[in-house]
């Protein structure tokens, strides 16, 4: 298999397309490091659903206050800014409508835009958390993940196997290979590796690939 993006430069790819300003929600994990890297002169204001938006970059080690912690049970520090609320009101957030991105990792995403980033199967986790009102809540929802599994099997898929998180929620996807829009129900091909074939990208992929115009370098720094 080709050379691939590692995790911190999916995570940087996908927040060159935060604009200025907006109100951002991380998915637990894998998006929380989406945060370290703000395009200079913009800057978002994150929401978790414990409660707080507007925090701020994760203390140095040894520094924490473990009353200021994220969804993710790790450590936040506070903002100019900073507000606290109800869980409740978190959601009302959420559910109301008024965040503008949700970024979320995923076991599998199908041409449609369903999701499936909570369960794989009935020895999983034994409920979908917040993610499912997200997916719904946010006006954009995109994902970042590696693109095949472990063993080599497509994560791009025609129709999702496992539990669904949402139904035809997701609008872009970032991968180790490519960025990939989802519209009209199918996988429109935005970027990807210069030195991949767009035949062996389509050999990693579960469903077909379309490609209505050029295709850009997926192109980032060293990290």
Known sequence: MTAKLNATQIAW??????????YVNLGI??????ARFQPPGRQAIFHTENGILGFGEA?????????LINAGKKAVTLKPGTAFFHHADSFAMVRGGHLDVAIL???????TGDLANWSTGPKGVPAVGGAMDLVHGAKRVAVITEHVTKDGKPKLVKRCSL?????????????SLAVIDVEGGRFVLREKLPALGLSDLQALTGADLHVPGPVADLVVPEL
């Open 105 to 111: 990792g995923a076991y599998e995403v199908a041409e």
């Open 59 to 67: 203390p140095p080690p040894g520094e924490e206050d473990w009353d």
């Open 13 to 22: 790819r996908a927040a060159q397309d935060i604009a200025d300003g907006a």
């Open 163 to 175: 539990p669904l998180t949402g139904v035809g929620c997701v609008t872009r996807i970032y991968t």
């Open 29 to 34: 994990g894998f998006p929380e490091m989406v």
